[in-house]
C-alpha cells in the first residue's frame, strides 16, 4: 500500500499557498484492508474512506469510463492494480494531477509542474471532454487564479467549445450548475468565471440572461464603457474588489439584465429596465434554484438600483417609500448589502472605478434619520391600528427632511 498527497493541495504548496484541504490517493489496497487500518468508507459510487484521526479524505486509485451523457453517466473501477499514473490521467487539469509521496518528492507525468510556470490551466487528457461539469470547474479555476496570471490552454478552451457544440452542458443539472456558481463568485476575480464561460460558448447555453447582455449599447455620457455585458463584468469586479459577500456579488452580476431585452430601436437608452430585470432575475433564480437570499437581494437591487443615483433629487417622502420598498427597517443588514451592490453598479464603469460615491452615504443618513424614530412614543399617545402606520411613516418624512436639511 502506498499512499499519495494529491490534487489541489499539491498544486497550492507549490504555489506558495495556505493549504486548507488534503486529499489522498492510496494505490495497492483494497476496501477491507482500509477498513481493518479503521478508516471509515463514505463514497457511494466508488470507495473514500475517512481517515480514523484527521477525518481527511483518502480515495483508492481508481480509473473511469464513459457510459451515458452527462457528469453522471460513469462507471469507476478501482481495485489493487490500479497505477497512481492511472488514477492521475482521469483528473481534469495537469496542475491537479500532481501527486507527492511520503518523503516530499513529486510525481508529475502530465507536466503539471510545467503548466503551473507557464500559469495555464491545461487539460490532462482527451478524457477532460467525458465530463460537462469540468467546464465550469475550469472556469472557476481561471476566476481564482486569474491575479496570479493564470489563463487557460488554447487546446483546451477549443476543446471546451467542442463540448458546449456537442450538447454536453445540456445534461448539467441545476444544483451542480448552482454549486459551481456559487463557489466561483467567492473567487478573487468572479468576472473571469463568466468571461471563460463566454469564450468557449457555455455562457449562452447556461446564463443567456448574462450572455445577451454583451454588444448591447449604453448612452456614453453614463456609461464610457458602452457595452453593457463589459459593464456587468466591471461591476461584478468592484462588488469583488468591495465585499466577501456573495450575495452581493450575483446582486451585481444580475442587476442589469434588463437591459437585455431593450427593443433595439431604444438603444442605448434603457427605459424601465429595472422592472424588466425583476423577471429576468427570477427566471434565472428558478432555473438554477438560486437561494432565497441570494434572489431576495438580487431582485431589490434589480429594481431600486437607479433610486440611489437619483439621490439628491429624491424628496423625503420617496426615501421613505424606497426604505418600505427595501424592507429596510426591518432588514438593516441587507439595506447595507443593496448599497454595497449599487456602489458596484457606480464604480463598474470606464473611468469611474476611483470615484467617490456620495449618493449611498446619502441614503444611509436618510435611513438612519427614518430608522431612529420611535415607534413606542406615537404608541404610547393613545394611537392605534392605521393611525400608528400613518404617523409613524409621518414623522420619519420629517426625520429625513430635517437630516438631509
Same mark, same amino acid.
Given at each position: ?14 504555489? +506558495? ?52 451523457? +452527462? ?288 449618493? +449611498? ?23 392605534? +391600528? ?20
Amino acid at each position: 500500500m502506498e499512499i499519495y498527497l494529491v490534487g489541489g493541495a499539491v498544486r497550492d504548496k507549490l504555489l +506558495g499557498l495556505e493549504v486548507k484541504d488534503r486529499d489522498w490517493v492510496v494505490v495497492g489496497a483494497t476496501p477491507d484492508d482500509m477498513k481493518s487500518l479503521g478508516f471509515r468508507q463514505v463514497g457511494k459510487d466508488f470507495p473514500v474512506f475517512l481517515h480514523p484521526d484527521t477525518q481527511e479524505e483518502y480515495a483508492l486509485a481508481r480509473t473511469e469510463r464513459k457510459t451515458a451523457p +452527462g457528469y453522471t453517466g460513469f462507471e469507476f473501477q478501482y481495485s489493487s492494480t490500479v497505477t497512481l499514473e492511472e488514477d492521475l490521467k482521469r483528473r481534469d487539469l495537469t496542475v491537479n494531477a500532481i501527486a507527492e509521496d511520503k518523503d516530499g518528492n513529486l510525481i508529475d507525468p502530465y507536466g503539471g509542474r510545467k503548466d503551473l510556470e507557464a500559469k495555464k490551466l491545461k487539460h490532462v487528457s482527451s478524457a477532460f471532454a467525458e465530463d460537462p461539469v469540468r467546464i465550469l470547474r475550469v472556469a472557476r479555476f481561471a476566476a481564482r487564479f486569474a491575479r496570479f496570471g493564470f489563463t487557460i490552454a488554447t487546446q483546451t478552451n477549443s476543446l471546451m467549445q467542442e463540448m458546449v457544440d456537442n450538447g454536453e452542458v445540456d445534461a448539467l443539472v441545476k444544483e451542480r450548475v448552482w454549486a459551481e456558481l456559487d463557489m466561483a463568485l467567492g473567487e478573487d476575480s468572479p468576472q473571469i468565471f463568466f468571461t471563460a464561460l463566454r469564450e468557449c460558448g457555455a455562457l449562452a447555453k447556461l446564463f443567456p440572461e448574462v450572455d445577451c447582455l454583451f454588444g448591447v449599447p449604453q448612452t456614453e455620457k453614463h456609461h464610457p464603457e458602452i457595452d453593457t455585458g463589459v459593464h456587468v463584468m466591471m461591476v461584478l469586479e468592484q462588488a469583488a474588489l468591495l465585499t466577501d459577500d456573495k450575495c452581493v456579488r450575483f446582486s451585481a452580476l444580475t442587476h442589469d439584465l434588463g437591459k437585455g431585452t431593450t427593443p433595439r430601436e431604444m438603444w442605448p437608452r434603457h427605459i424601465d429596465h429595472e422592472s424588466r430585470g425583476v423577471g429576468l432575475v427570477n427566471k434565472l433564480c428558478d432555473r438554477f434554484a438560486v437561494p432565497n437570499d441570494f434572489r431576495d437581494l438580487a431582485v431589490l437591487v434589480a429594481r431600486y438600483h437607479t433610486h440611489v443615483f437619483r439621490a439628491n433629487e429624491l424628496r423625503p417622502e420617496t426615501f421613505v417609500k424606497t426604505f418600505d420598498s427595501l424592507d429596510a427597517f426591518r432588514r438593516p443588514e441587507r439595506f447595507e448589502q443593496f448599497l454595497i451592490s449599487v456602489e458596484a453598479d457606480s464604480k463598474g464603469r470606464k473611468g469611474f472605478e476611483n470615484t467617490p460615491f456620495p449618493q +449611498g452615504d446619502v441614503f444611509r443618513q436618510a435611513h438612519k434619520a427614518a430608522i431612529e424614530v420611535d415607534v413606542k412614543e406615537i404608541v404610547d399617545e393613545g394611537l392605534k +391600528g392605521q393611525a400608528i402606520a400613518d404617523e409613524l411613516r409621518k414623522r420619519r418624512v420629517q426625520a429625513v427632511k430635517k437630516a438631509l436639511g
